[in-house]
């Protein structure tokens, strides 16, 4: 642990670090964490701020604090893996490839379901800053944008387009996580870019009004990169058996 920085949040800090060490690995699930009388030695802090940090990490799931057992780690299908500093801890420790599945897997059952109402609803508004997105997505193969950005504006400009409110809150969420699992699954393909037509082909079905089209092609985005996954984990486990 180190010494926190002047001018910023105290308990913020202490979070931050606390959060990030625990992703990490640094402590163990159901092992204690120091007490709270050597974290505030550690971070030469007050207890207020401690137990305010202690609060914050024991919301987003990552801990527990009970009388007589001390600050535990809790198991990490225990954590608040929407909360966007988890998801942003967990993906900067290196995230295995079965993290990147099942992030595969719940985009799975959202953007298709987005894309049919994107194609329903018909917000010309929306539909345009998809065909914007589409445009960079060009522009990158031309090397005249940044790929992952014009594909992460692609996927949640789909989401804006499905009018749905919830689905509009998993943006962040699924920007967050798209930043890694893009860059992941285009290595495990071995390109740089992602396919301009094969989007291409889920903006035209939107535009044309045509959801189950929109459904299947955003589902064969995903089934592609799920593939590739697969194949990947499949290979790991073959060379370890």
């Known amino acids: 642990m180190s010494r926190l920085e002047g001018g910023r949040n105290l308990t ?15 402590y163990g699930i ?41 600050i535990r780690v809790q198991p990490n299908n225990r954590w608040n893996m929407f909360d966007e500093d988890v998801l942003e801890w967990t993906l900067s420790s ?3 490839l079965a993290l990147l599945r099942e992030f595969t897997e719940l985009r799975m059952g959202i953007e298709p379901e987005a894309a049919i109402l994107a ?32 594909d992460i504006a692609f996927h949640t400009s789909v989401l804006l ?9 998993l943006r962040s969420f ?8 893009i860059a992941s699954t285009n290595q495990l393909k071995g390109v740089e870019v992602a396919s301009e037509a094969d ?28 593939t590739l996954i697969d194949a990947s984990l499949e290979a790991r486990q073959a060379a370890m058996a």
């Open 30 to 70: 159901n092992d204690p964490l120091p007490t709270e009388a050597e974290l505030c030695e550690a971070f030469d802090i007050s207890r207020s701020v401690i137990r305010e940090a202690v609060k914050m990490l024991t919301a987003k799931g990552l801990i527990s604090s009970r009388p007589r057992q001390g």
């Open 119 to 150: 194609a329903r609803k018909q917000n010309r508004e929306c539909i345009a800053g998809i065909e914007k997105a589409l445009l960079r997505m060009e522009a990158a193969e031309q090397g005249n944008d940044d790929p992952l950005e014009a």
């Open 161 to 169: 387009a499905s009018e749905n409110r919830f689905f509009i809150q």
């Open 94 to 96: 290196r995230p295995s």
């Open 174 to 181: 699924i920007q967050t996580a798209l930043r890694v699992s």
């Open 12 to 26: 913020h800090q202490v979070t931050y670090q606390l959060g990030a060490a625990i992703v990490r690995g640094e």
């Open 199 to 226: 989007h291409r082909a889920v903006y035209e079905a939107i535009a044309a009004g045509d959801g189950e089209g929109a459904r299947k092609a955003v589902g064969a985005l995903l089934e592609e990169a799920l």
